[in-house]
Structure formats: structure tokens, C-alpha cells
């Protein structure tokens, strides 16, 4: 994709810490000078005698590169001094102003919608180009460099809750090329992406695919045994069916305990993850720190052997086998395996879909992807009862048969995170003036630049951590 790219013929002192020398032609201009910014204080609620609006959230800009009208705004009210001077145009760029952690803060998203009472939200803040200096798609990509976002990262300040000043923001320095240069890095950049978002969607189905295989192969072990062809009987639940002659069912309660003891000092806080099942990892699914409580007893403890389960996510599989001895946070439950019961069995039939259904329909709340599964629900639903030798040889059994399928999954995953990093250095080589594309970009097939209308990747698989520890 970079192929025959060089560099500018002639350099400058950038006279930035961070990029030591810019094309002779380019300039370096600080934010004040580019954008007007605004810095938005309309919030969520909704207040008599204002005016209904369509709100761009936090959340629509840190999970989205574009806003457009394809996402779902959140309705609120605002004044009609707000609504004037917090109305996004198309081409403005929106940044994460403040964050419960610094590497979120300056996340940009570029405005592709424009109505009447659509307005900025709170904790953002709007950019808007001054077209002598730049566009509001270059400056997107400028805001996405690594070298360019570190600027915010050093600048935000705060203890649980980290933000950006006025002034902090104005400050940021950005290198500017002439306004045909940046049409051409544009331009580039949605090329390279288009066939890198291409390629990472077709490695997720892969990835979605493999995950299949593996699941009809736990599924049928965990349902029919190692015997699938031996005599069967009805279970007596319906969404189970048949099972093995010599097998039970008995409820949650008959094969684990409710574990309920306070957290001590020394141990390490473990997670769990839907992926990965529990694990010490010590950052989070966006590679921050941890936020942990400082008081130990306030966590669970969770003993080697136990399995845990996160309330708001065990209908997705947020469930695990402890490792190790270690804390858990508090919205988790903690099972202590009775006599008989292997937990690495009852932890593949937990991650079936038809046990996650089961679980999906027993746990409450009120919204519904925040379903909670408490134990006095958990304990009543039933599960399959087989003699222990039989659970620990089932066991085995999916290690083996799945083991080409997990080495598959992981070296397809390591494909995704290297595209990724090659996103990140291209993005930075082409907007600090790395690499010349002015003659590549010219000779691109004939394409629309990344659009509303362009397919989003497909992040269906993607991971959900589910810490749910608050500091």
C-alpha cells in the first residue's frame, strides 16, 4: 500500500518536541488558530420551556470515526441560546473533552450531519476549521495521529475524572499542509482504510466462524457426551431435550455453593472477560489502567477452583474458573464447586448458547441488555448432573478437539492488532509529513472519500470486558 512512497525533498525545524522536522512548505499552527472552538454545556436532561433536540453524545464520538445520521441520537432539551451556539455543522470535528481516564480525552469524530436541533453534548467539545487553515477531514486524521493525541493525554489533569482546559485545547499544535496536500493525505488515508476495514471484517467472520466450530463441538459434548450414539432419554427441559441414559439434572444449587467472603489484603484483583474467561490482566479492554478500590474488603474473595460470574453479563458468557486465589469486584458472584462437580465442565456449558438463553430469561432489570442474574435466581435454574470422571474426561476431550481451532482464533487475532498498528503509523507518517502521497493519491481508482453511506467494520465480535469495580 506504501509502495514507492518517499519523503518530501526538503525539511524544516518543526520546532515541536514531538516531530522534529516538517516539509519545507508546510506550516505549524496551534488549534486557536485553525479552529474556533466551542466547548459544549448542554447535558442529557430534559427541561420545561426548552426546546426538544437531537443530542451527539460522548458515546456517539468515542465508538464512532464519523457521526452521521445512520446513529441514534439521544433526545434532550436545550435553550435557544444553546441550540445557536452548540448546533454542529457538517465538517466540524468533535473531540472527547473530559474522561474517567486520560488516554480517552481528544478522541475525534468528524460531523457528517446537519439539521436545526442537532446539538453538541456535554463533555465535548466542538472544532470548527477556519477554511484558510484546514479541513474538517484532515483535521480528523491530524487528531488521530498518536504524536498529535499525545498533546491532550499530557495536558489533562484531574484525580477519578481527568479534563481538558479551554486553553489546553487551543494550545495543541497541529502541522497544516496546503489545503490540495491535504485533500491528497485525505484521500489516502480513506483509501488505505477502506481496504483495511475490509480486512478486518473478513478476518472477524473468520474469527466468528472458527468460534461456531468450536461451539457445535463443546455444545455436543456437554449435551450428548463422548457416546453421542449410546441410548438417550428425555431431560424433562425443553430446551435441552435428549440426554444420556446415565445422566441427571439437578438444580445450580446441588452442584455449587454461594460463596460470600470479604476480600483480604495481598491478593491480586482478578476480571472476567468474555474472551479469556478470569484473569489478572491489569488493563482494560481499551489498554488503561485498571481502576481498583482501595479498600480490600470491599471486593469478594474467590477462591483457586471457584467460578465467578459477572450479574449484568452472564447472559453473554461472562463467566470463568479461577486460576488463582485473588479478589473479584463486588458485582460478581462467586460459586464454590460442591464434591462432585469439575468446574471447568459446568464452565463450557455456561458459555453455550442455549444455557446463556436460559440465563438471558432468568435475570432482571430494567433496561435489557443490563440484565442482572443474582444467585437466588441462579441457584433454582437446572443444569445436567454426570458421574465426575465422566466431566473431567469431557473435558479433555474439548482441549484436544479444540486446540487447532484456539490456535486458529489467536494467530487471526494477532493478524487483526498488526493491521491495527500498521493503521497507526501510516496515519502518523502521512499527517507529520512522513511520506509524500501526492503523486499516489492522484492515481487512485476513482472512489468516493469514507462517507455515511460507507459500511461500517464489524465489530459484533469484539470483546466486552466487564469490569464492573468503580474506585
Known sequence: MIEGLKPYAEYKDSGLPWITKTPGHWSVNRLRH?????????????????????????????????????????????SKDEVARFRLRHGDVVITKDSEDWKDIGVP??????????????????????PAFVSGAFLLRTLQCHLVAAQFHVEAHGVTRYGLGHGAIKDVSVPIPPPDEQTAIVRFLDHANRKIDSFIRAKRKLIGLLNEQKQAIIHRAVTRGLHPD?????????????????????????????????????????????????????????????????????????????????????????????????????????????????PEFYDFIFHTEVYKQQVNRQSTGIVSDRNRLYWDSFKQMPNLTLPPAEQKEIVAFIAKETAVLNTAIARTEREIALMQEYRTRLTADLVTGKLDVREAAAHLPAQPALTSDEPAPDDSLEEIETEEIEA
Not at 109 to 130: M, T
Request: hydrophobic share 40%; aromatic share 8%.
Open 34 to 78: 485553525a479552529c474556533e472552538m466551542l466547548v459544549s454545556n448542554v447535558d442529557k436532561h430534559t427541561k420545561p420551556n426548552e426546546l426538544p433536540v437531537f443530542l451527539c453524545n460522548y458515546v456517539d464520538v468515542y465508538k464512532n470515526e464519523r457521526v452521521h445520521p445512520r446513529l441514534r441520537f439521544m433526545r434532550a432539551t436545550a
Open 109 to 130: 469524530a468528524l460531523v457528517e450531519h446537519e439539521a436545526p436541533d442537532f446539538v453538541c453534548g456535554y463533555h465535548l467539545a466542538i472544532l470548527r476549521p477556519r
Open 230 to 342: 449410546g441410548p438417550l432419554k428425555p431431560s424433562g427441559i425443553p430446551w435441552l431435550g435428549d440426554i444420556p441414559n446415565h445422566w441427571g439434572i439437578l438444580r445450580n444449587m446441588a452442584l455449587f455453593s454461594h460463596r460470600v467472603e470479604p476480600g483480604v489484603t495481598g491478593l491480586t484483583v482478578l476480571q472476567v472477560s468474555l474472551r479469556s474467561g478470569i484473569t489478572a490482566a491489569e488493563l482494560d479492554q481499551f489498554g488503561r489502567p485498571k481502576r481498583l478500590i482501595a479498600d480490600a474488603t470491599k471486593y469478594k474473595r474467590i477462591h483457586r477452583g471457584d467460578v465467578a460470574y459477572n450479574t449484568m453479563r452472564m447472559w453473554q458468557g461472562a463467566v470463568g474458573v479461577s486460576p488463582s486465589d485473588g479478589l473479584v469486584s463486588p458485582a460478581y458472584v462467586v460459586l464454590k464447586p460442591r464434591k462432585d462437580t469439575c
